[in-house]
């Protein structure tokens, strides 16, 4: 549904419903806003960072139904309906961290940090897809996501230690 702004008549725009994290949000948008902005400058949710803009790094990976997406070139409109998940979704603020977040930080899987958000969304959607990954498929899945900082051995071993953590929170189930 196309509508005009009340304030631009010039700028048609779009309403659009998605989940982000669990809640359902509508938004007035405008076509050809990414789904980075929307998320960024209208939901505040800056963890998912843009760094290249132009679909190359990686740092704005979000997933969206669960598949990995560049948000700086996806547009928002085309997330309606959908389920969207950044990195601020994957564990309660007052709750323990996801275990790709307390492996990253075990494996010193990050120092700027920058690319991050967008490694562990692309990290997950890997190992909700294949839980036990090897190390080639790892590397094959992330070469996607750049890191300018840590060599990605760290990324790496992160990835792994995981793997591990997702199994022990399993047992303990
Ligand atoms: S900022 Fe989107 S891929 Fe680099
Ligand atoms: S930790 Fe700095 S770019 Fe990856």
Redesign the pocket.
């Known amino acids: 549904m196309i509508e005009q702004n009340a304030f631009d008549s010039e700028r048609p725009r779009i309403r659009v419903r998605f989940t982000v994290n669990g809640q359902e949000i509508e938004q007035l948008i405008e076509p050809a806003e990414t789904l980075?902005e929307v998320l960024r400058e209208r939901l505040h949710l800056t963890g998912t960072?843009?760094?290249?803009?132009?679909?190359?790094?990686?740092?704005?990976t979000v997933l969206v139904d669960g598949a990995p997406v560049?948000?700086?070139?996806y547009l928002a409109y085309e997330a309606r309906d959908r389920y969207i998940m950044t990195i601020e979704g994957l564990s309660e603020p007052a709750g323990p961290l996801h275990p790709l977040q307390q492996a990253f930080i075990d494996e010193n899987g990050f120092q700027c940090g920058f690319c991050t958000p967008g490694m562990i969304m692309a990290a997950k959607s890997l190992l909700d897809r294949q839980p036990d990954a090897g190390e080639a498929d790892i590397i094959s899945y992330m070469e996607g996501n750049l890191c300018r900082c840590t060599g990605y051995r760290p990324i790496v071993r992160a990835i792994q230690q995981a793997q591990r953590l997702l199994v022990e929170r399993e047992a303990d189930v």
């Not at 960072?49 to 704005?60: H, L, N, P, R, T």
């Not at 560049?70 to 070139?73: F, G, H, K």
């Open positions: 980075a960072k843009i760094s290249c803009d132009m679909q190359v790094c990686g740092a704005c560049s948000a700086c070139t």
